[in-house]
Every structure is written in C-alpha cells, then in structure tokens.
C-alpha cells in the first residue's frame, strides 16, 4: 500500500515538474493552421540558428477556443511571450492587459511606414502606440474551378467580372437532382467562411454603402447605400436562385476541395491546401465589381510582446529579435511560398504583380478595407444570423439586415465603453 | 473501551483525505459558485464586485438565455418520453424470446459505452445534406424528399435528440430487463388462469410493478437530458448550438458564457439554476419513490 | 396457441433484429467511411471499392492522436486506480466503523451526488488557474480522483461481509489496513470490478471538463482530440470518422472482454432506488 501511494504521489510530482533549459526560452503561441504551422517551425529553425543563445517553444492551438486559452493563461503567468493575433483583438488584449507596445527605439514610426502597408500601421495602432506586426496580410478573390467550367459550358478561362455575370455563371453552374436538391454549387454561400467578409466590405461598399463609421464605434451598412439589397442580393443567392446554401457538405472548403462547387470566394491562405489537391484544376481572379465599384478584405494576423515577457529582460530582448525576424522580407518570402499570404512589404509585394495567382490578391490589396472587429466571432454571428434569418425563418431581408445592425451596435457599444 | 477508541481513531484516519477531497473539491466549489453569481465577475479584472441579485434578473432578459431553458426543456421533454417508452417496449419483446437475449441485449448497450464525441460527428456525417449525407441518399432512394435535419431551425434539437435516445437507449432496456425478470412467474401465470388476455397483464400487473424502475429512469434520463452539451457542441455549426441557437441548451450557455465571453457571473447565475431545476426534480422522485413502497 | 406462440416469436426475433441493425448501422457506416479514401467517400457503398488504410496511417503518423490515446489511457487508468482505493477504503470505513459522525458524513458524501459537474467547473478552473495546475495531467484528473457513486457502490458491498470475520483477524493481530487489504478487497471483487470499468468508461469519454482545462493540444485526451480534429476547417469525413473510430475502437474490444460486468454494473446503478 504504501509503495502504491508514494508511486502515485511521484507520478503526480513528475507530471507536475518543469524542465529547466539554460538557454533564454520564449514561448510563441499561435492558432493551428497546418501551412502556417510548418513555416513558423522553418523559420523558427533559422532564427535559433542565427541567435543560437535563445530557444523558441512553438505552440499552436485550434481556432475556435484560441482566445479562451489566452486569457486564461497570461493572467496566470503560464502563458506566451510572442503571441499571434488578430489585428481586430489588439484593443481587447491591450485593455485586458496582455500586450506591451512594441518597443519605439526598435520598431520607430519610419520603420512602420517605410516597410508595410499603410493600413497595417493604421491596424496595429491602439492610442497612438504600435503593438503587433505581421509576417503577411491576406485579401479575397473569386477562385473557380475549371473542369467544372468545362462540363457546364462556359469558357475555363474566363470567370465572372461583375456581380451580374456572376449570379448568372453560377446558376449554369448548379446542378440538381430529380428532386430539385443541389449536388453541385454554382458558388459557395458560407457565412461562417469568408461570406460575412464579402458581405460586409465588399457587397456593401459595391452597393454604394460604408459599414462603419471611420472609428469603427457605428453601424452604417443599414444607414447608407443600398441598405438591405445587399442581404436581399446574397440570401437571393440561396433562396431564388438556389446556387447554394450554408452547410452544403459541411462547409464551402469542402465542397471545393471535392469539386462540388463550381465557385467560392476565399483568401489567400487557402491557396495552398487547394495546391494539394490532386486533380483540381482552379483558377483565381479579382472580386466581381458592381456598377464599376471594386472592393475587397484585407485582414492580418501580428505578432505582439505579452506582458510575460517582461518578467525577464533576456526574454523580452529575445521577444522583440523574434518579432522582427519574423517581419523580415527572408520571412514574408518564405511566407508567400509556403502558405500563399501576401507580402506585407510594398517593395516585396510589387514583384509578384503578374503573379497568375498572387496577382489577382495583389491587385485587390489596392482597394482593400480592413475592418476594425471589436469581438470577431460575435459579430461574424451577426452576419450569419442575419442570413439564417431570411434563409431558414422567412424573415424579410429588410428586417433581417436592420436587427444585424441594432445586434453589431450592441457589439461594438458593450467593447468601447469597456476603454477608457 | 480501548478497542472502540482505536477504531474511531482508524476511522477518521481512513477518511481524512477524502473528508477533505470533498470539502475542497465538491463542497466548496459548489459555494463558490453561488458567491459568483452574486458578483459581476468577467475572470480579467482582479476584483469581483457583489452586485446582489442583478444577474438573476439581468439573465432572464437574455433573450438567448431564455431560448437555452426552452430548449433545454424540449430535449427533456421530446427525449425522455422516447427513450422510456421505446426501451420498456424493446425490453418487453427481449423478455418474450429465450435465445439470443444476451446477444441483442449487447448491440442495443453499444452506444451507450461509445465515446459521446465520436458518436455525435458519425451522426453529423450521416444528417448531411444531399449529395453526401446518408439518410437523405436512403430518402432519396425510398422516393422521399431530402429533409435538412440539422440545418433547420425546426428539425436540428429533435435529430439530436434522436441521436441522444439511441446512446442512452441501451442502459434502459437493460434496467428494465431487470425489472422484468424480477417479477414473480406466478402473478402471470395466475392472471392468465383468471383468463386476463396480454394486453390487460401489461397494464394490470407488468407497468405497475415496473412503476418504480420507470420513474427512477424517468428521473435519470431527465437529468441527462437537462445535462445535455457534448452532442450539441459537437453536431452544431462551430459548437455554436445553432442554427439562430435553436438548439442551444443551457449547458452550452454556460459554456459560451464562461469560457468564450468571460462571464463568469452570469454563468455562475445558469449553473445555480441548473442545479435548482436538479434539485427539484430528485426530490419529485424521493416523494414518488416513498410513496411506491406502500403500494 | 402454439402456432400463435410460435409466430409473436418469430415477429419478435424480426424486430428486434431490425432494431438490432439500427442500433448497429451508425458503428459500421463509421467504419466503413474509414476505410475509404477522398475520392470514395462521398459514395453510399458499404464496402469500400478500395479499401484503403491511408486514413489510419495518416492518423498515426500525421496527427496527435497516438499522443491522445496514450493520455486518455493514463487518465482512465490512474483516476480508476485511486477511485477503486479511497472509495472502497471509505466504502468499508463507513460499513464496518462505528464512529461518530458516521451518518453524517455517508450522508453529506452520497449529497454530492446532486451538484451537477456543471455547477463545479468554473470555480474547478479558478482553482487551476490559481494554482497554476495549467497543463498537468493532474488538471484534468483531480475531480475524478473519488467518486461518491463508488463510495454508496462499496459500502453497500462491504455490508454484506460477515463482522467476525474481521473481528476473529483484528484478534489475530492483523493491522488495519492488513485487514482491508488481505481480507475485506478480496471478498468484494465482482464490485470492484465493476466500479472499475465504470470509472475507466467515464474517463475515457468525459468531454466537458478536459474541453475546459486542456490547454496545448498534446494535453487532449481522445474525446478532446476528437473534437478539435474534426471542426478543423478544412474537412475530410474519412479522416473524422477515422478518428472516430480510433477513439471507439479501445472501448469496443474493452466491451467485449467485460461485457458481463457491464450489463451487472447498469443493473445494479438502476435497482439501487
């Protein structure tokens, strides 16, 4: 018996334990995205190559509870030192207290201006400190599939360039069963995708509308243009038209990947897992325009320094070498090459213009927005609600988009007046 | 004198550590939970401020809060109903037939010993839509319409509660089986003498001798129904309980709560009313059970 | 008569095989998925055409489920080890001990029974956190490490064993815990036994708490793991019902060694009331 306890009890003491490395370490956090994943190992094996005094611990968590990990770990000391975040977070994490701005001696408003695009610095800026940078910035373009092209007819190398021929390419695209069920997507309708993004940037602005009001603290997609055309254009999609629905096979990823949608707008970070799969043959071009009007997305995810990190001033030095590694134009090519998000560099960017798949994000990067999210997910939900709403209940697109808006005010009233 | 004195002695030392495993870990957590609810607590911020009963109040104007205790009640009430009188049925034919008992007996329990995980995203793979999922293919196939099961706001709690009653469906008929092969051979064989038909032993003898068997299931199957979250946040679009919440339980509010949005006051505030509704429940089943036993 | 007897046996037999098959299907479609590769999955075939098992390959050397399993086991196993000690040690305290307190204490033990996990897990997770338990083994294990369910289960067993049994070996001069170990364990097996798959069962397969408290996805027990495979975006059904099937795969072979214990153990949890 007692041989059975004190075993139990060293199990629990080495479990516990912690391994002590004599070399500075810092622990790198990001969420798991395969491509991703296996470049930051790369460039984590070059940087400890070039600093061989410091030790990067890599470590990298799903999508959906990445937040919830991080706010339970800072505040309890166990946390990241380098953290990778979406530049919509940064006033949440710096009012809760987990980032530091970048240090200004080191990352100086030339160094910013000079070196990314000029949205990342605006994106990054928090009262009137930098608090993250990227490796790369990503946007949205229309990818098709051309044996699916092929079959249904229509030219392989020519996608649709407005929003008219697409609604139109799309309904060729689709095909139904005896029973009028689709087997295959004229284009994916995915609200919890990359939809709410096109809906948001880019259909509302197409339809002469601005979503928010420059602070980013009002709702204006309701208020200014077209209003709820733009929810009127995009649930005809699903419910008139039937070139699709949300759930088809499970997600629009999926349904491309299996060569059961013919169209799906996504970003650049799906370039490649669709490279992998054999026997697709996709195309890429710029976002439909409407009545002349292109818009697109823009979105990046940025490095910061926690507040772990300054318990120890080897950490915090190694922290920002980490970041600024990482901001490197060595970086941001191997980036592009391995998980196709773009250059956040201009320079760099330019050289891949006439790239036949970068160019056309490329392009799109010129008249890109990037929304200011005070709590993503939340107002994703709002998005994909509004959709359900008109979808799956009948509810007029009219009121369907206006309680979007009256819930995203919501949103955006409950985060600003949590800032002082 | 002596003797006792070492026994008593033996006897705290025996339970010394669990005494305090259960205050530490059952007891005082359970406090600590209706201290938090009584403050706004969002885990950032150092301190927890006492706001009262605010959000008791603030909860039931919730909109999506009082959906969850809606659905919550609808898993209980569409699931328990099925899952009782499905296994009693079940039980019933496996307590006519004398070979192969065992052998039936074994596949139906199977799911119940499933990992609930794997079991939800088989069911998810086989409610998919047209042209993958397999219960559509199988309507197709037999002339019917495609139906869209979980991506409805009407079909998705009761396909998950399908799923819910063939888990738990084993553990029933096994119970009642008991049931079954505890009551005495002569009370039938007397009532068939008497020239009562089968129809009339059902009712007349088997269910009120069973009586306390299905109100002990109906009791714990009402506590799993009401405990209802891996199959949701497993079956649902990103764990999300949708669509529009429309199979949100309360559980997975309170997940959401406090552990996606931080609050942890208002999450407290659902668990203490879960574990209300709890409460009631198994003291409806002490009185009904004490009173059986008269019977 | 006899014929009609014969015929409600033989409608009996065919329903209850149809139900049999229900019941059955969703493990073999499951199955049979896993064993199909992309380009087959989206077939409604039974058997695969090419059965392949690129999936499971893929699993065990692409992904962290070898590391799940290996924690799921040693959670189960090690929770189980210590339920089966305090809770039978308890069990016979409280059975065998006249001390007391006695009824209070069964008493406010067998009351835990009502707090629903759900209730415990936010303050369960402040503990964590402040203790800075984050990332242990022991995180995910310390809830489960008693059970009172067991501790009703024993007592109720440990009833049952004749008084001067123990009495004649407290006599002989055999220490306390000589008597537990040496006399009182042995006589109470087939509970044991029982107590012991129901406690690796639940373990294995508990979702809520380990979702809560895992933090880095090598700490993920299988059920956890399961979860997080499958909602990754980019979505493969023969790889999700690969894992599936992986997670139930132990638990299936499990049931079938122990299957009598299991149905006694269901028997025994329903006719306690």
Redesign the interface.
């Known amino acids: 018996?007692k041989r059975?306890f004190v075993m139990?009890v060293l199990?629990?003491v080495i479990?516990?334990s912690f391994a002590f490395a004599a070399k500075t370490k810092i622990t790198y956090w990001q969420y798991?995205y395969e491509t991703k994943k296996n470049t930051i190992d790369q460039l984590i094996k070059e940087f400890e190559r070039q600093y061989p005094d410091i030790e990067v611990e890599h470590?990298?968590?799903?999508?959906?509870?990445y937040?919830?990990?991080v706010?339970?770990?800072i505040?309890?000391?166990?946390g990241p030192d380098v953290i990778n975040l979406y530049y919509g977070w940064i006033p949440k994490y710096v009012t809760?207290?987990y980032l530091i701005p970048l240090p200004e001696d080191v990352f100086s408003k030339e160094y910013l201006q000079s070196q990314f695009f000029s949205f990342v610095s605006k994106g990054v800026e928090f009262n009137g400190k930098y608090y993250a940078l990227p490796i790369a910035v990503r946007s949205l373009a229309l990818f098709w599939n051309k044996k699916l092209f092929e079959k249904a007819g229509l030219d392989p190398e020519k996608p649709p360039t407005t929003l008219q021929e697409l609604v139109e390419y799309a309904k060729k695209l689709t095909i139904y069963?005896k029973?009028g069920?689709?087997?295959q997507e004229g284009l994916t309708m995915q609200p919890?995708?990359q939809g709410h993004h096109w809906i948001r940037e880019v259909l509302v602005r197409e339809f002469g509308g601005v979503p928010y009001t420059s602070d980013a603290r009002t709702v204006l997609y309701d208020k200014t243009g077209a209003g709820s055309d733009v929810l009127k254009f995009y649930t005809d999609l699903i419910t008139v038209d039937r070139v699709g629905?949300?759930?088809?096979?499970?997600?629009d990823?999926?349904a491309f990947?299996?060569q059961?949608a013919a169209m799906t707008i996504d970003g650049s970070f799906r370039i490649g897992?669709l490279n992998k799969i054999k026997g697709l043959d996709w195309g890429v071009a710029e976002l439909p325009s409407y009545l002349g009007v292109k818009s697109n997305f823009a979105s990046f995810w940025a490095n910061g320094i926690t507040t772990n990190a300054t318990k120890d001033p080897k950490k915090l030095e190694a922290a920002i070498k980490f970041i600024k590694f990482l901001s490197s134009p060595e970086s941001m090519k191997l980036w592009l090459k391995n998980v196709g998000e773009l250059p956040a560099n201009p320079e760099l960017a330019k050289q891949y213009f006439d790239d036949p798949v970068y160019g056309a994000f490329l392009r799109g990067l010129e008249y890109a927005h990037a929304t200011f999210f005070v709590d993503e997910?939340a107002q994703r939900?709002v998005m994909?609600?509004a959709v359900?709403?008109v979808v799956?209940?009948g509810i007029a697109p009219e009121i369907a988009w206006k309680e979007a808006a009256e819930e995203e005010q919501k949103v955006l009233d409950n985060f600003w007046s949590s800032v002082h | 004198m002596r003797l006792r004195q070492k026994k008593i002695i033996t006897a705290y030392t025996f339970l010394a550590i669990p005494l305090l495993f259960f205050i530490v870990v059952r007891f005082y957590p359970m406090v600590y939970s209706f201290w938090l609810s009584f403050t706004d607590w969002d885990l950032i911020s150092p301190k927890k401020n006492f706001i009262g009963l605010l959000n008791y109040i603030n909860i039931f104007k919730d909109e999506v809060f009082v959906k969850a205790i809606i659905n919550t009640l609808k898993y209980v009430a569409f699931g328990v109903p099925a899952v009782i009188i499905v296994s009693l049925y079940l039980a019933l034919v496996l307590n006519r037939i004398k070979k192969f008992q065992g052998f039936y007996r074994l596949l139906y329990v199977m799911p119940y010993i499933t990992p609930l995980v794997a079991v939800s995203w088989v069911w998810k793979w086989m409610y998919q839509q047209p042209p993958i999922g397999f219960i559509n293919n199988l309507l197709t196939i037999l002339g019917l319409d495609s139906q869209p099961f979980l991506m409805s706001t009407s079909q998705a709690l009761p396909s998950i509660v399908v799923t819910t009653v063939w888990v738990n469906l084993g553990y029933c008929v096994i119970i009642f089986l008991a049931g079954l092969q505890t009551i005495p051979q002569e009370y039938i064989e007397a009532a068939k003498i008497d020239g009562a038909n089968r129809r009339q032993i059902l009712w007349r003898i088997t269910i009120p001798l069973l009586n306390p068997i299905i109100v002990f299931l109906a009791v714990t199957q009402s506590i799993t129904f009401l405990r209802i979250f891996t199959q949701v946040y497993n079956m649902t679009d990103q764990g999300s309980g949708g669509p529009l919440n429309s199979t949100k339980p309360l559980v997975l509010y309170i997940y959401q709560k406090a552990f996606m949005s931080f609050d942890m006051g208002t999450a407290a505030t659902a668990t203490v009313i879960l574990f209300g509704i709890i409460m009631i429940i198994t003291l409806v089943q002490m009185i009904i059970l004490n009173k059986n036993i008269e019977y | 008569m006899v014929k009609r007897d014969r015929l409600t046996t033989i409608s009996a037999y065919v329903f209850l095989t149809i139900f049999a098959v229900l019941m059955v299907f969703p493990f073999i479609w499951m199955f049979s998925s896993s064993f199909k590769d992309s380009g087959e999955i989206y077939e409604f075939n039974l058997f695969p055409k090419y059965p392949t098992l690129y999936n499971y390959q893929y699993i065990f050397n692409y992904s962290l489920f070898p590391r799940w399993f290996l924690n799921s086991l040693l959670i189960a196993v090690v929770t189980t080890v210590s339920v089966l000690f305090f809770d039978s040690l308890i069990g016979y305290t409280l059975a065998k001990f006249d001390f007391p307190g006695r009824k209070l204490i069964f008493i406010l033990i067998l009351s835990t029974l009502m707090i629903p996990t759900e209730m415990l897990v936010i303050p369960w997770y402040i503990m964590v956190r402040n203790l800075h338990w984050m990332g242990t083994y022991w995180s995910i294990m310390f809830p489960g490490m008693i059970s009172a369910f067991g501790i009703f289960l024993m007592k109720q067993f440990m009833s049952t064993i004749p008084n001067d049994l123990i009495d004649a070996a407290r006599i002989d001069g055999v220490s306390e815990f000589g008597i537990f170990f040496k006399i009182v364990l042995p006589l109470v097996k087939p509970a044991l036994a029982t107590l012991a798959i129901f406690n690796f069962i639940g373990n294995w397969n508990a979702f809520l708490w380990p979702l809560i408290v895992t933090s880095s996805p090598k700490m993920y027990t299988l059920p956890v793991g399961v979860a997080y495979f499958s909602s990754e975006n980019s979505m493969s059904w023969e790889l999700i019902m690969t894992g599936a099937a992986v997670s139930t795969i132990p638990l299936i072979i499990f049931f079938l060694i122990f299957q009598k214990q299991i149905v006694k153990g269901i028997t025994m949890s329903g006719l306690k009331g």
């Not at chain 1, 505040?75 to 166990?78: I, K, L, T």
């Not at chain 1, 629905?245 to 997600?251: L, Q």
């Open positions: 018996m059975f139990l199990l629990a479990l516990t798991f470590v990298t968590f799903p999508y959906a509870n937040n919830q990990k706010a339970s770990s505040p309890a000391g166990v809760s207290g069963d029973k069920n689709i087997v919890s995708g629905y949300p759930g088809f096979m499970n997600d990823v999926t990947k299996a059961k897992t997910s939900q994909m609600d359900d709403k799956l209940k």
